[in-house]
């Protein structure tokens, strides 16, 4: 990813509807972020992160 260590990063998940299904802020200390998606339904996600910077980064999340 492009986003920057060391900062503040907004991660939000959405579903296939386009429906926000999780939102958080975490300090981004690694290449690397742990997300609890116990709470999801099995399905395909969309995850958005975003520093303070206004980087974003994009990923498809699969849930079985």
């Known amino acids: 990813t492009n986003l920057a260590l060391g900062t503040q990063v907004e991660i939000e998940i959405y579903n ?29 996600y969309m995850v958005k992160l975003t520093d303070e910077a206004g980087s974003q980064y994009s990923h498809k999340l699969i849930k079985r």
């Open 16 to 44: 296939l509807l386009g429906q926000q299904v999780y939102a958080k802020q975490q300090e981004l200390k690694s290449a690397t972020l742990q997300v609890d998606i116990n709470t999801l339904n099995s399905g395909v």
